[in-house]
C-alpha cells in the first residue's frame, strides 16, 4: 500500500500543477478588465469556453480524488509531505506549455526540492497508523490547530512585507494540513459505508477548513514576495502534517541518529522552495502575459511582479 499512496500523492501533484498551468494559460489569454462585477462576470463566461480552463477545471477535480485516495491508503505523514512536488511539476508542465526552459539556478532548487523530500521520507519513514481519529483527539488536536492559526493572524495583523507574508503562509499551511487531516478521517468513514461518511461531520469541516486556508493563502500572497511566503507554505504544511498524523492518527516517524538526516531533508526542502519561488520571479516573461507569472494553488500567480 506504501507504492500506491506514493503513486497516487504524486499523481495528485503533478494533476493539480497541470491544472494550474492550463487555467493561466487560458487566463492570459482573457485579460482581467477593470469596471465592476459585469467584466468579471463576462471575463467568466469567455473562460468557461475555454478548453484549457475546463481541462483543468477537471484536473482539479482529479487531483482531489488522488490526494483522497493517496490518504485513504496511506498516512498524512507521508502523502502531504509529497503534494511539496507539485512546485516541481507546475514549472516543468508551464515550461512545456510557455515553452520556457527553466535556468540553471532553477534546476538546482529541483534538485534540493527532490532531494530534501526523498532524504526525509526515507528517514522518518512514516508509519501507516489509524484510518480514522478519535473525538478526543480531535477536540485537542482541533483546538490546537485553531489557537495556532488565530495566534498567527493575530500576530501577523500589525506587520507589513515579508515578515506578513511568511506568517500568513504559516497560517495557510497550517489550515492545508489540518484540510488534509480532516479529509483522511472522512474517507477513512466510507469502510462503513458512503452513508456513514455523509453522516459524520468530518467532509463539511474539510469543506470550511479548506475555504479558510484558501483565503488565509490569498492574504499571504497580497502581502508579499512568494520568497517570503512559499517556505512557510512548503515547510509548515509538511511539519504540521507529521505534527498532526502523530497525535490524530498514532502515525510514528523514526528518531534517533536519523533525525539528522530528516532535518538535513527539511533544509533541503526549504533552500528548494525558495530557490524556485526566487528563480521564477527571475525570469522574464514566464508565461504569454509577458509579467513573469507562473501558477500554483488554485491557478493563483506564483511569482511577484510568484503568488502560492
Request: proline share 6%; no cysteine; glycine share 12%.
Amino acid at each position: 500500500m506504501l507504492a500506491v499512496s506514493v503513486v497516487l500523492a504524486l499523481l495528485a501533484a503533478l494533476s493539480n500543477a497541470s491544472a494550474s498551468v492550463l487555467q493561466r494559460r487560458a487566463a492570459v489569454q482573457e485579460p482581467e478588465k477593470r469596471g465592476g462585477a459585469g467584466p468579471a462576470v463576462r471575463r467568466l463566461a469567455q473562460l468557461l469556453r475555454r478548453p484549457h480552463w475546463l481541462a483543468g477545471t477537471g484536473l482539479l477535480a482529479l487531483s482531489g480524488l488522488l490526494q483522497a485516495g493517496a490518504l485513504a491508503t496511506g498516512s498524512l505523514s507521508l502523502v502531504q509531505p509529497l503534494l511539496a512536488s507539485e512546485l516541481l511539476f507546475t514549472l516543468v508542465v508551464g515550461g512545456l506549455v510557455f515553452r520556457r526552459r527553466p535556468d540553471r539556478r532553477t534546476w538546482l532548487a529541483f534538485l534540493a526540492l527532490a532531494a530534501g523530500l526523498a532524504l526525509f521520507l526515507l528517514a522518518a519513514a512514516p508509519s501507516a497508523g489509524l484510518p480514522t481519529a478519535s473525538p478526543r483527539a480531535w477536540l485537542l488536536g482541533g483546538a490546537a490547530v485553531l489557537g495556532v492559526v488565530v495566534l498567527l493572524v493575530a500576530v501577523a495583523r500589525p506587520t507589513r512585507g515579508m515578515a506578513r507574508a511568511a506568517l500568513l503562509g504559516l497560517a495557510s499551511a497550517v489550515s492545508f494540513a489540518t484540510t488534509a487531516a480532516l479529509l483522511k478521517e472522512a474517507v477513512g468513514r466510507l469502510g462503513h459505508g458512503p452513508g456513514a461518511m455523509l453522516a459524520h461531520w468530518s467532509p463539511y469541516a474539510t469543506g470550511v477548513a479548506g475555504l479558510v486556508a484558501f483565503l488565509l493563502l490569498q492574504s499571504a500572497l497580497a502581502a508579499g514576495s512568494l520568497t517570503a511566503s512559499q517556505p512557510a507554505l512548503t515547510l509548515g504544511d509538511a511539519v504540521t502534517s507529521v505534527i498532526l498524523g502523530w497525535v490524530l492518527f498514532d502515525e510514528v516517524i523514526h528518531l534517533g541518529l536519523r533525525v539528522i538526516p530528516e532535518v538535513l531533508g527539511i533544509v533541503l526542502i526549504g533552500a528548494g522552495s525558495l530557490g524556485l519561488a526566487h528563480a521564477s520571479a527571475v525570469g522574464q516573461q514566464w508565461d504569454t502575459s509577458g509579467q513573469g507569472r507562473p501558477p500554483s494553488r488554485g491557478g493563483e500567480p506564483v511569482a511577484e511582479p510568484r503568488g502560492n
